[in-house]
């Protein structure tokens, strides 16, 4: 297959050299090296959210939410996950992440609830600035509101990473895979950043507004929601030249590449169903 020097998206695996098969086939298919994708993808998505989404960060005047650094890659291994293996295998991954999600919050809660011993001691309770409130009250109690702060999250947030987390990325995964037919497998960047704008956008429009509206002011809401959305695609975009890496990688050692034809695109649907 000819290449023109000048096109960026020209093919990273030679499609000459792959089986060409559709989603239902695909999506029965043993792949080699999918378990690892699933599982660096779930982790990710489980850092992201206990670690980043709730602290609100502010770099050189522009304000974000301090999980975009991190959780952007998730969406990129969602768009390898699509684009290698196919929607059967990416849906997969998507439900194996959502009750991982749910998992993680039911830990948390359960966590965060116990009581602390009086003497446990951490970084707070050794800083000189809260001296004056550990002797009022003990250790434990000032390590208890610190890692309530950071593990401890609201209902609310719970509620929006799990909603967002699961709308954006079937959207994501549904729009590349129906581009890749429409492209017949040419341009991949069309779609993996195409299919990032569309998902990213369903994600931070469900967690802003369920997450923080009411807590947040208004404009603080609008402000984060499309400044991360800007962020999360320019991350896409970024990180282009990895995504084309390991899609050929993951292509050429795999040994086919999924067309979804033939595949029931419902977020419900069973193996069986395609």
Avoid at 114 to 138: H, I, N, Y
Wanted: hydrophobic share 50%.
């Amino acid at each position: 297959m000819t290449q023109t020097p000048h096109d960026p998206a020209a093919a990273p695996a030679d499609p000459s050299h792959l089986a060409r098969i559709g989603g239902t086939a695909g999506g029965r298919r043993h792949f080699r090296y999918f378990d690892v994708m699933m599982a660096a993808f779930v982790a990710i998505l489980l850092l992201s959210n206990l670690i980043g989404a709730a602290k609100l960060a502010s770099v050189q005047g522009i304000t974000f939410g301090a999980g975009i650094l991190f959780f952007p890659v998730s969406y990129v291994l969602g768009d390898v996950l699509t684009e290698v293996y196919g929607y059967a295998h990416a849906r997969r991954c998507v439900w194996v992440g959502f009750f991982a999600l749910l998992f993680m919050a039911m830990m948390s809660f359960v966590v965060v609830a116990m009581p602390p011993a009086q003497d446990w001691g951490c970084a707070s309770s050794a800083d000189p600035m809260f001296a004056e409130l550990v002797a009022k009250t003990s250790p434990g109690t000032i390590c208890q509101t610190t890692y309530e702060s950071v593990f401890g999250s609201t209902w609310r947030i719970v509620l929006a990473s799990v909603l967002a987390f699961w709308a954006g990325e079937f959207v994501n995964s549904f729009v590349l895979a129906r581009m890749k037919v429409w492209t017949d497998g040419k341009h991949l960047w069309t779609r993996t950043i195409g299919s990032t704008v569309f998902g990213q956008a369903v994600d931070s429009a469900i967690f802003y507004p369920v997450a923080f509206l009411g807590t947040w002011t208004t404009q603080a809401v609008l402000t984060v929601m499309v400044t991360n959305w800007a962020m999360k695609v320019l991350w896409e975009v970024v990180l282009t030249p990895v995504t084309y890496a390991v899609v050929g990688t993951l292509k050429k050692r795999e040994g086919v590449d999924v067309f979804d034809t033939d595949t029931n695109f419902s977020p419900f649907a069973t193996v069986k169903e395609g």
